[in-house]
């Protein structure tokens, strides 16, 4: 009889007890094997969706992250938690390798904080083991991640108190005291405390984030480079600020895992959804400041407001309308595109916004 016909045997007559079982030791102990013992270490890691979301942030932070947006949002038991970052990334080939067991980035280096061992390559794996889904949603080497997970509150828990913001008190003997309940809200505070020297860290709904990102693209690329960019090769946090129109805000958001409707979208293109502050702003610590505190460069308001709006008649639109279409002509000529346009320019509450379709000539 083969190895193979032989372990079918065994398989039938035992189940699978001799698979995970390297010895039996006598009264109920045994040895198991390491691919079991790391599968129930990789379980026993995650206990709730706070611990979910703190091995996501550690995730990040090791990847080097410098800004990490955290987006989470609840439909009945349906968790969902969308991570971006700008850190090293994920080659393609291992997006889905990259949540199998021991699969890891840290060969010589090992995070030992406040919340434990990082680096066995178990983080990820624990993740897809208790998660209903986890996958990477976009990222490319140098080009950062977004990382998409959703749990089944009904069999992976959280804390029922999910609105109360913690709060931070320096005790007598410098160290911060925190008080309030150990929810996401907590989690993720306590994470941007601990690393404010190397990254900021913003949390909010899937909405907040995608205008948070919006507003991170526009401050660190030129009119010049969002014309013109791909979105696959363009970093995964500056994304959002490539989007023209709100069909395509919704559609590069969505490509990042952050659902939202095309009204929604057209709120963060005129303004009207602002993005979030970072959450050390929103942390209130006396002496804090003193401590340099990393500086991200998103821009708290992206243009001053008019609460009267922006109202432009009707023939100056289209006038400036056929300004730009004869200006685009000249660009046309030398990327051999279609020179007869007819822009469409939407005035909203403080932004113009011109679109073009583009057609290459045959």
């Not at 045994?30 to 996501?56: C, F, G, K, P």
């Not at 938690?81 to 850190?87: A, F, K, N, T, W």
């Not at 320096?170 to 601990?194: D, H, M, Q, W, Y």
């Not at 363009?234 to 990042?256: F, H, M, N, Q, S």
């Amino acid at each position: 009889m083969s190895d193979d016909a032989l372990e079918a045997f065994v398989g039938s007559v035992c189940g699978d007890s001799h698979l995970r079982v390297e010895a039996d030791l006598g009264d109920g102990f045994v040895r198991l094997r390491s691919a079991e013992a790391e599968r129930r270490q990789a379980a026993h890691d995650i206990r709730s969706t706070e611990d979910v979301v703190i091995e996501m942030l550690r995730n990040a932070r090791d990847a080097h992250a410098s800004s990490i947006f955290t987006a989470v949002s609840r439909e009945g038991t349906r968790r969902r938690i969308i991570m971006v970052d700008d850190g090293d990334g994920v080659p393609p080939a291992l997006h889905e390798r990259i949540f199998e067991p021991r699969v890891t980035s840290k060969l010589d280096s090992v995070h030992i904080d406040k919340w434990g061992v990082h680096g066995r390559g178990m983080a990820l794996y624990s993740i897809a083991v208790n998660a209903t889904s986890a996958r990477i949603a976009a990222s490319d080497v140098g080009e950062g991640a977004a990382f998409v997970v959703e749990t089944d509150l009904s069999q992976l828990g959280e804390k029922t108190d999910q609105s109360s913001f913690p709060t931070f008190e320096r005790t007598a003997e410098g160290t911060v005291s925190v008080r309030g309940p150990k929810n996401i809200l907590r989690t993720v505070c306590e994470f941007a405390l601990e690393h404010r020297r190397d990254c900021t860290v913003y949390l909010g709904s899937p909405t907040d984030i995608v205008a948070t990102l919006y507003a991170f693209g526009l401050s660190s690329l030129t009119a010049a480079a969002r014309a013109f960019a791909d979105v696959e090769e363009t970093p995964v946090c500056k994304r959002c600020a490539l989007a023209a129109d709100p069909a395509e805000l919704a559609a590069i958001a969505g490509g990042l895992g952050l659902e939202l409707s095309e009204r929604s979208a057209r709120r963060v293109l005129d303004g009207e959804i602002a993005p979030v502050r970072p959450l050390l702003e929103r942390i209130r610590i006396e002496g804090l400041e003193s401590e340099h505190p990393h500086v991200a460069p998103v821009p708290r308001s992206r243009t001053s407001s008019d609460a009267r709006g922006l109202k432009i008649a009707p023939d100056d639109v289209e006038d400036f309308s056929a300004r730009v279409a004869a200006a685009y002509q000249d660009l046309a000529r030398r990327y051999y595109l279609e020179p007869t346009v007819h822009p469409e320019v939407r005035v909203g509450k403080d932004r113009i916004t011109i679109a073009i379709s583009v057609t290459k000539l045959s």
